[in-house]
């Protein structure tokens, strides 16, 4: 997830199409905007475009068009949603409501690659169920001062983790922490 | 200031005798736990340690217990307080009950070091008020899920920051930025 350095990963008044919120495209140039597309930056990209399976909540999955069904490479996705009766537009697509079980169902599909998570709830959600192995953020250098935050303190848990690199990009820094506990 | 990865600078129920709040003393370990006490962590400590005058909201003073008077080496401390007809209990420390004449009366007491600024609203003040030059963060790999954030979202503003720098200590990564602008 891209995240400012105050720890917003939207700007304010997201909703249907204006998905990132205002200003908050600032948060995806690192990799949207050609001038930034160092070698940091594309492999970082570049890696993750090769997980094997991704898991959304309902509300990015909508924000983000569905990606048009296929977010990279037509890997399956899984969509964690309530409403399991609903037919997926995708074939692709997997509707799940439990989020162990989601993230089961992606790391089956994805076999010895990663998943990827997408979405602040389903990633917080993923993280206090202990299913989440890792954290990784794209800090960019601005402070939005409102918006959409990446913890936004629901959780209420104390979560060690573990800084596996740290690796610095043209406007970002990218951090991957492994997570060691959930509650101390 | 020392910040989970989520952004809390305190965790919650902070207040006298519990100046850090519950489990906050994790934020601090880098520096205080002798076994995390590396050649990168002691330098940056170091750092901080050089500069020549403090600016400190009345809560954070308070709650440090007022650093006995003396924050290190004794250099001046500017209290940013509305209660300024108040008698300050030590020489060195100064009553200004506005932002900027707090930071100009530190940055002329200073002279050419820098000046050192703690407290969550005062940071923030200074930022508003486009006299904070540089952010710097150590970002403990920790999410606390509560307590007291350093970016509570009061101010609004959108600030671009250009990271000058990051190292890696024992349990933490020392960030620091400049601030490039205050609004877009």
């Known amino acids: 997830m891209s995240m400012s350095l ?12 204006n998905g990132l919120g205002d200003h908050g495209h600032r948060l995806h140039e690192w990799f949207a905007d050609p001038a930034k597309a160092d070698p940091v930056n594309r492999a970082v990209l570049a890696e993750a475009m090769t997980t094997g399976a991704v898991v959304v909540g309902r509300r990015t999955f909508d924000l983000a068009e569905q990606w048009g069904g296929d977010h990279h490479d037509g890997v399956p996705i899984v969509l964690l949603t309530r409403r399991t009766a609903d037919e997926p537009a995708w074939d692709n697509v997997t509707y799940v409501d439990d989020v162990r079980a989601a993230m089961r169902t992606a790391k089956d599909a994805a076999g010895d690659k990663d998943v990827l998570v997408h979405g602040a709830v ?46 610095q990009g043209t406007d970002v820094l990218h951090l991957r922490y492994r997570v060691r506990s959930a509650a101390r």
Chains 1, 2 share one sequence.
């Open 6 to 17: 105050d720890g917003f990963i939207a700007g304010p008044n997201d909703g249907p199409g």
């Open 122 to 167: 389903t990633a917080q959600l993923a993280l206090a169920a202990g299913v989440l192995d890792e954290v990784q953020l794209h800090v960019v250098p601005v402070l939005l001062g409102q918006g959409r935050r990446l913890f936004d303190a629901t959780s209420r848990e104390h979560v060690e983790l573990e800084l596996l690199r740290a690796r």
